[in-house]
């Protein structure tokens, strides 16, 4: 009787133990989903525009940090004519001369003349003169004249662009400007990010001034969904 006493108090002890490793288990499964699903959200300013980011999974927000620091490097030293520091403002100063430029934004130029290339010149990133005579967003905005644009279309041109061995030039006069792509760009290098180092993230929903990246899968399955205002609607 004391050895069956003793079996049936084992039993149940094991019993005992083994709902409670299944209710930690289940509990433990809940805490990563909502983790998992959970999101994080942030929107500020960079590159001149508002930028969200609405991020799925843990650690959301070290995501969220790495990217607006690559999308404010990505002006800073690379693709805004505006600042002066960046590779785009040094081939626009010294316009006429060959200048060093990183990888990066060499595939960016070539991406711009294939584009403009396929569109027959619909996508023109050598409009930096126009561009500044109108100077949008900047102090000394205003409406130029008809003879100043004239002058401005004279320097536009994307064939002139020359890409060497990592070296740019375009011709004296001439001006770059990839505002037209440059939130494109940043999108791609969300991507990256994402990609390479937050693979513990399930989705992501990046907007840079309206340019959309949809990253990983939306939670709770299903399609991402993104609407579009009708530009000849009402509203």
């Known amino acids: 009787m004391q050895d069956i006493h003793k079996k049936r108090t084992i039993l149940a002890a094991f019993l005992i133990a083994a709902v409670l490793a299944l209710l930690l288990f289940l509990v433990g499964l809940d805490v990563w989903k909502s983790q998992k699903e959970a999101a994080f959200a942030h929107s500020g300013l960079s590159m001149g525009t508002v930028?969200?980011?609405q991020l799925y999974g843990p650690r959301?927000?070290?995501?969220?940090?790495?990217?607006?620091?690559?999308?404010?490097?990505?002006?800073?030293?690379?693709?805004?004519?505006?600042?002066?520091?960046s590779e785009i403002a040094?081939?626009?100063?010294?316009?006429?001369?060959?200048?060093?430029?990183?990888?990066q934004?060499?595939?960016?130029?070539?991406?711009?003349?294939?584009v403009s290339e396929r569109s027959g010149g619909a996508l023109d990133c050598t409009v930096g003169a126009l561009t500044k005579l109108w100077d949008?967003?900047?102090?000394?905005?205003?409406?130029?004249?008809?003879?100043e644009i004239a002058a401005a279309l004279q320097t536009v041109g994307w064939q002139q662009v020359s890409l060497e061995a990592r070296q740019a030039k375009i011709k004296s006069g001439q001006a770059l400007d990839l505002g037209a792509i440059g939130k494109g760009i940043a999108c791609d290098e969300a991507k990256r990010i994402l990609d390479d180092t937050h693979p513990h993230l399930s989705g992501a929903v990046i907007s840079v001034g309206g340019s959309l990246l949809r990253w990983g899968s939306r939670p709770g399955g299903g399609?991402?969904?993104?609407g579009v205002r009708d530009p000849r609607g009402k509203t």
């Open 51 to 53: 930028v969200t980011a």
């Open 60 to 85: 959301g927000e070290n995501a969220s940090a790495a990217l607006f620091s690559a999308f404010d490097t990505l002006e800073r030293e690379r693709i805004s004519w505006r600042v002066e520091s």
């Open 90 to 103: 040094k081939i626009n100063a010294s316009s006429g001369s060959a200048v060093p430029i990183s990888e």
């Open 105 to 114: 934004t060499a595939s960016y130029l070539r991406r711009a003349a294939e």
């Open 136 to 147: 949008i967003g900047g102090e000394r905005a205003r409406v130029p004249s008809p003879g």
């Open 223 to 226: 399609d991402w969904k993104v």
